[in-house]
């Protein structure tokens, strides 16, 4: 009898010991699940800022090509111009891009069909850089300006600030959305196509239209540049 007590005592010791080893690996499990997830939280918030640290010695390679800087001339022709270019270099020193500061967009455009959405800053802001953002070209009008035309540009490419490397893949009919002022803008893509790579870009709208005009550079064409025209529904 006192054998059978001794055995199941020490069942229920090595039950105990198990259970004690069960939870220890649980919360020991748990804590590992938890710290990742707090490193993956802190590893995407640094990621996001030291790509576009980097972003400016990334190969040629990733780029399709690079986009002139420009204007908006009367005739609505958007022209080179080195004195009026949206890169505020005055901004920049030893060549690096300023602190990201996410709560200073002037304006989020919104492209479903491609799973776009991205903020852009006002031309004065020195985070308006085609090096790191999509960038609002010099001379444009917001949306809540009758028959104004905002152009937005962008690289295409497979680098890490190629916003409009899929544009590529909108229809004629296409939704796309801007939000300026807490009002969120609805537009419909009304007309494609591409123009030469020499350094101006002529943009064919209609003036009784607001409208809203994309341009990056031509799939698989370092020769063209493609420009996308939506307007106001």
């Known amino acids: 009898m006192q054998t059978l007590n001794q055995g199941k005592t020490s069942n ?7 259970l004690l080893i069960i939870g220890s690996l649980l919360v020991f499990f748990g804590g590992i699940i938890l710290f990742s997830n707090h490193l993956l939280t802190i590893r995407e918030s ?7 640290l980097i972003s400016d010695s990334m190969s040629d390679e990733n780029i399709i090509t690079d986009i002139p800087e420009v204007e908006i001339l ?3 022709e958007v022209a080179s111009n080195e004195e009026n270019n949206i890169i505020n270099s005055s ?3 030893n060549n690096q891009p300023p602190a990201v ?10 492209i479903p069909r491609i799973s776009l959405k991205r903020g852009f800053y006002g031309i004065d802001s020195p985070y308006n850089d085609i090096k790191y953002n999509v960038s609002v070209v010099n001379g444009s009008l917001m949306p809540d300006v009758d028959r104004g035309n905002l152009i937005l540009m962008a690289h295409s490419g497979d680098a890490y600030i190629s916003y409009f490397a899929y544009l590529y893949k909108l229809k ?4 796309i959305y801007v939000t300026y002022n807490k009002v969120k803008y609805h537009y419909k893509l009304v007309n494609i196509y591409d123009v030469p790579k020499d350094g101006s870009v002529t943009i064919i709208r209609n003036y009784d239209k607001t409208t809203l005009t994309l341009i990056t550079c031509t799939k698989d064409d370092s020769t063209k540049q493609t420009v996308y025209i939506a307007e106001m529904v």
């Open 12 to 18: 229920k010791k090595i039950k105990k010991s198990h």
């Open 172 to 175: 004629i009919g296409s939704d």
């Open 46 to 52: 640094v990621y996001s800022d030291m790509m576009l």
């Open 101 to 110: 500061d996410y709560d200073k967009y002037l304006g989020v455009l919104e």
């Open 74 to 76: 009367p005739n609505d």
């Open 91 to 93: 901004s920049q020193e």
